[in-house]
């Protein structure tokens, strides 16, 4: 199995889980607190640039605090923009020179900014931890079951390899049907999003649909393709994809009625079940 994502917060949140699921969950496991999210916002935003060289730099080397806080914040999160570092708040200093969290007047200089909005408040601001234990569970409490969670991730994940690049690189004969029949999950960053990546990914949707529409004849492979309602995907359907609809628990702005699944035509029945 390979995980791959040109976002090294990702790369590291799944080291992270492998190599150290326990700290992972202790990170993760806080309550909503605004001034928390700004904080480690800004802190993550500044602290990926460098990320992704240092996880390639050490084999062993992760940073679980850091994926902690970042699974932690996609909970809090409203919408997009999650560290995206597209935003237009950072660090900067008071009148005495003291560094405050301020708006930003000049963005150059490969400024990374946040946005600043108010955390998730729905499912009682539990944040990550929303789910409840199970009440037969002798009373082990969120950090617990979080615990257990990332546990399980961890047991899942194991000899699973890790990637942090560009999709297409993953995406050859050699790393997939080499061994015979290969599952293709794509989940690019849906085109009608605008910018709120932490990289452009202007055209990576497009481009990941033609290399569907290009290789999805081949019996090798089972191709499951996520985006939305309207941005092109449609098209594969004229040369025998199946599509499935699925509503997103929550959402918003109306996205969660336009997700959509495509499976390419060699994908087995009992596979749409899985999504």
Not at 90 to 118: M, S, Y
Not at 218 to 245: A, D, F, M, P, S
Not at 246 to 273: M, N, T, V
């Amino acid at each position: 199995m390979t995980l791959n994502d040109l976002d090294g917060n990702i790369a590291n949140f799944w080291r992270s889980v492998q190599r150290e699921p326990d700290a992972v969950a202790l990170h993760a496991c806080q309550p909503v607190n605004e001034i928390e999210l700004h904080a480690r916002h800004l802190w993550l935003v500044n602290n990926l640039p460098n990320l992704p060289a240092r996880l390639m730099g050490d084999p062993d080397y992760c940073e679980p605090r850091t994926a902690g806080w970042w699974a932690w914040g996609c909970c809090q999160w409203i919408g997009s923009g999650w560290c995206s570092g597209n935003g237009a708040w950072g660090i900067g200093e008071d009148a005495e020179g003291v560094p405050v969290f301020a708006q930003l007047r000049h963005l150059g200089n490969g400024g990374r900014g946040v946005t600043k909005q108010l955390p998730h408040l729905g499912n009682g601001g539990q944040g990550v931890t929303k789910q409840l234990p199970h009440l037969g569970d002798g009373g082990k409490g969120r950090l617990a079951w979080l615990k257990s969670w990332m546990g399980e991730l961890s047991r899942l994940t194991f000899g699973a390899r890790i990637t942090c690049g560009d999709w297409e690189r993953i995406c050859s004969p050699g790393t997939m049907t080499r061994n015979g029949v290969c599952g293709v999950l794509l989940d690019p960053p849906y085109s009608t999003t605008g910018a709120v990546y932490s990289h452009d990914s202007s055209t990576v949707s497009g481009d990941v649909r033609e290399w569907c529409k290009a290789n999805g004849d081949n019996k090798n492979l089972r191709i499951v393709l996520c985006g939305y309602e309207g941005e092109g995907h449609e098209e594969l359907q004229e040369i025998g994809w199946t599509v499935t609809e699925w509503k997103a628990k929550g959402g918003y702005q109306g996205s969660e009625d336009r997700e959509r699944i495509w499976c390419s035509p060699h994908c087995l029945k009992e596979q749409f079940s899985l999504f």
